[in-house]
């Protein structure tokens, strides 16, 4: 029984990661450019994105369920007029301080629970963990990486803006 819990956990979370994962990640840039009087486009999960919504300066496209490629993607294109360099490296950082908070919720609520539910919130935060390193630190994503192939990390954003 354990292990069906487990399974149905892990299944459940990777259904899940578009919205418990990629979107506060991406709204995470894009509340911080809204912030510095800047707008937002924030995609998440492949075309096409049937759910979104527009509200002042943020734009919010997403599909919920995309496929094992495209459902760790997400992107917040953000403008913000004349912003300084540490606006700019704040808006890249934003993203993965949203995802390593939000590994923390999930593992907190992993012990707080059992059954299915310690199982997907397990898995979540695991995600959560991954996201926040692929993210955090500075690379160029491969072609491992799907639609982010030749890319380069939210990491390495904030030191090519901060070594400017």
Do not use: K, N
């Not at 913000?80 to 301080?97: F, I, K, R, S, Y």
């Not at 997907?120 to 500075?138: I, K």
């Amino acid at each position: 029984m354990d292990f069906l819990l487990a399974a149905l956990g892990c299944w459940a979370a990777m259904a899940a990661t578009p919205t418990q994962l990629v979107l506060p990640h991406e709204l995470g840039h894009a509340l911080v450019a809204l912030v510095f009087g800047g707008r937002s486009d924030v995609v998440v999960g492949r075309e096409p994105r049937p759910l979104g919504f527009r509200l002042g300066r943020l734009s919010v496209r997403i599909r919920p369920l995309s496929g094992w490629r495209w459902m760790w993607y997400g992107t917040a294109p953000s403008e913000v007029p004349h912003a300084t360099a540490a606006q700019v490296a704040l808006v890249a950082a934003a993203g993965p301080l949203v995802t390593l908070t939000l590994a923390g919720v999930y593992a907190f609520a992993a012990v707080a629970t059992g059954g299915f539910l310690r199982s997907f919130f397990a898995f979540v935060a695991a995600g959560a963990a991954w996201t926040f390193a692929v993210t955090a630190l500075p690379m160029r994503y491969g072609r491992f990486f799907g639609p982010y192939a030749g890319r380069e990390s939210d990491g390495s954003r904030v030191r090519r803006t901060l070594a400017q």
